[in-house]
């Protein structure tokens, strides 16, 4: 399927858990984005990356480590998980240049709950 | 990263011209803006996004001033399906790691 897709959908997992959410595109976008979301608040942003073995922190990266070995998918991993990562997180894509001045594509987002 | 304001929240009814207004004092010379449109339960969804003076594609238009310290996102005769939350994003491609989308304006249309 074309487009930007995320898995799995819905997650729990208990705390100290080691949980990865997995992030696929298929337009071969350079940049891509993790977000996560709480109830009432607008989305953050948790890492990015720029290309393939290139990624960056964003405004809450702690917790949470990301790899892109492949320029279509965009892992990121809770390594111990904490019931304040319970969220929904969002992947997105942008085609080149950087995610404010290129359109940005959003996944339909993993709601994780951290018991 | 320009900080960026709106209204938390806004009605309107079926049919009406609405406009959002962003405040962003301290843009940058380099800086975009951008407005993103979410329904529940869905990521963001790009509307538009401008430079300077105005913009207008299919399902919104953008009004930028000169001095750029503010924009408004203009949604002709909304229905129904309008509601959702919208946000305004300023910034530019130096600026991936401190992209922050704020609490943005939730617009709830009545019929």
């Known amino acids: 399927d074309a487009g930007i897709t995320q898995s799995p959908r819905y997650k729990i997992t208990e705390t100290g858990r080691q949980v990865t959410l997995m992030c696929h595109q298929t337009?071969?976008?350079?940049?891509m984005f993790w977000y996560r979301q709480d109830l009432g608040h607008g989305l953050r942003l948790i890492y990015y990356?720029?290309?393939?073995?290139?990624?960056d922190k964003g405004e809450v990266p702690d917790g949470y480590v990301v790899s892109r070995s492949k320029t279509e998918n965009f892992p990121l991993t809770l390594e111990s998980a904490t019931r304040s990562q319970t969220s929904v997180y969002f992947c997105?894509?942008?085609?080149?240049?950087?995610?404010?001045?290129?359109?940005?594509?959003f996944g339909p987002g993993t709601r994780l709950t951290v018991t | 990263l320009a900080k960026t304001t709106q209204p938390i929240s806004m009605d309107s009814y079926e049919g009406q011209e609405v406009n959002i207004t962003c405040s962003h004092n301290?843009?940058?010379?380099?800086?975009?803006i951008t407005w993103y449109q979410q329904f529940p339960s869905q990521g963001p969804r790009f509307i538009i996004q401008?430079?300077?003076t105005k913009v207008t594609n299919e399902v919104a238009s953008l009004f930028i001033p000169a001095d750029r310290k503010s924009s408004t996102l203009s949604l002709p005769r909304v229905s129904l399906s309008d509601t959702a939350v919208y946000y305004c994003?300023?910034?530019?491609?130096?600026?991936?790691?401190?992209?922050?989308f704020g609490a943005g304006t939730r617009l709830t249309v009545k019929p």
């Open positions: 997105a894509s942008s085609e080149s240049a950087g995610g404010l001045s290129y359109e940005q594509y």
């Open positions: 337009w071969s976008h350079s940049y």
């Open positions: 990356s720029a290309a393939a073995d290139i990624t």
């Open positions: 301290n843009i940058a010379t380099n800086d975009y």
């Open positions: 401008g430079y300077k």
């Open positions: 994003l300023v910034g530019n491609e130096a600026n991936n790691n401190d992209m922050r």
